[in-house]
């Protein structure tokens, strides 16, 4: 039987950075339901990091509430399992007062977008050099199935008996609308395609989101199925590749052209358009991210998957260690008790 010793001397000395996927799990059972979609994103990421080069004591998990909090207990780095909707706060500040760190947030559309969608508008606006994964279960699972900001109008929950009135946020829409300089989509079921994105993200510096769609079979079950699954994809779903046209369909057989700034789905088959009319991805184009976003809840489209932009803009931390240097560069290094003991102090 392996001791503690034994292990720690397995793993790979500091500096070395030779590690494997089996370096990133924890000795502890994973506690989401059979069948979880957050499992099939556990595995892409265990599997990523290896490949970083990042030395595991520079890796941080935070999370929020919700099934998708358990996250860092189930990665061997260090971890934050924080408050509901606080994560991105929490992770801010870990960033900003450690730019050396390479930081992830686990997040999930209630956690996100609920009470935590302050704090995700000003992530994004800032430009925090985070890694943001945000399941997507189009529901409160974690406590027992009620409706979240993502569910559509009608679905049926337990906490709308009688249909959900709201309209869903549009995810990939308000963190674009919010300023976020790298934002994808991906999903459970195509784990290579998912950990490619993890990786795009990886080396992106600045604020990186992924909505991933989860399937939760206990309280919305089969909800993404016309987009995830292998019969019915690709007539559904049109994959991103920067300087690639949009094409799609079981056959390859049809695209998107742009009609002003208006997409639309053809028929390649029928002979009024050949690959050369289709639209281009171009993930540096702002305005076509947006176009390519509305598409999500069209009946007439297929959903946008992979990155639909990923533009420059330096990141926060960046401008806060800046600032601070210049001022100690200008003014020299601060007195805390000079400053503490200043003119704004008095005795009582």
């Known amino acids: 039987m392996k001791t503690q010793i034994d292990e720690l001397l397995e793993r790979p000395h500091e500096g070395s950075l030779v590690y494997s996927a089996k370096d990133f799990k924890?000795?502890?059972?994973?506690?989401?339901?059979?069948?979880?979609?957050?499992?099939?994103?556990?595995?892409?990421?265990?599997?990523l990091m290896p490949e970083l080069g990042v030395p595991k004591e520079k890796i941080v998990y935070v999370s929020g509430?919700?099934?998708?909090?358990?996250?860092?207990?189930?990665?061997?780095?260090?971890g934050f399992h924080s408050i509901h909707g606080r994560a991105l706060a929490i992770a801010s500040g870990l960033k900003i007062a450690r730019p050396d760190l390479s930081v992830w947030v686990v997040t999930g559309d209630g956690d996100n977008m609920s009470i935590g969608g302050n704090h995700f508008i000003h992530t994004c606006r800032r430009n925090v050099d985070l890694n943001i994964m945000m399941f997507n279960n189009e529901v409160y699972s974690l406590t027992?199935?009620?409706?979240?900001?993502?569910?559509?109008?009608g679905q049926i929950?337990?906490?709308?008996?009688?249909?959900?009135?709201?309209?869903?946020?549009?995810?990939?829409?308000?963190?674009?609308?919010?300023?976020?300089?790298?934002?994808?989509?991906?999903?459970?079921k195509d784990r290579a395609q998912l950990q490619s994105l993890?990786?795009?993200?990886?080396?992106?510096?600045?604020?990186?989101?992924?909505?991933?769609?989860?399937?939760?079979?206990?309280?919305?079950?089969?909800?993404?199925?016309?987009?995830?699954?292998a019969d019915t994809r690709d007539n559904h779903t049109v994959f991103l590749e920067h300087g690639k046209p949009l094409i799609f369909g079981k056959e390859k057989n049809r695209g998107i052209i742009l009609d002003g700034y208006?997409?639309?789905?053809?028929?390649?088959?029928?002979?009024?358009?050949?690959?050369?009319?289709?639209?281009?991805?171009n993930e540096k184009d702002s305005t076509l991210a947006f176009i390519l976003a509305n598409m999500t809840y069209s009946e007439d489209l297929p959903r946008p998957m992979g990155v639909l932009q990923a533009i420059h803009r330096e990141p926060y931390e960046a401008r806060v260690t800046a600032q601070i240097e210049h001022e100690i560069e200008t003014k020299g290094e601060g007195d805390l008790e000079k400053l503490l003991m200043g003119e704004s102090s008095w005795v009582v």
């Open 144 to 153: 027992k199935g009620q409706y979240s900001p993502t569910s559509h109008r």
């Open 65 to 78: 509430i919700g099934c998708s909090g358990r996250f860092p207990y189930y990665m061997d780095t260090y």
């Open 198 to 229: 993890l990786k795009r993200a990886s080396e992106h510096r600045g604020v990186s989101f992924i909505e991933i769609y989860t399937n939760c079979r206990i309280f919305n079950d089969g909800a993404f199925d016309l987009y995830t699954n």
């Open 157 to 188: 929950t337990k906490s709308s008996p009688l249909g959900v009135l709201d309209d869903p946020f549009n995810p990939v829409a308000l963190a674009l609308g919010a300023g976020a300089t790298f934002v994808a989509r991906g999903h459970d």
């Open 26 to 47: 924890p000795n502890v059972d994973v506690r989401w339901c059979a069948g979880c979609g957050a499992i099939s994103v556990l595995s892409p990421s265990q599997r």
């Open 262 to 281: 208006t997409p639309r789905a053809v028929n390649l088959e029928d002979g009024d358009y050949s690959v050369n009319d289709l639209l281009i991805h």
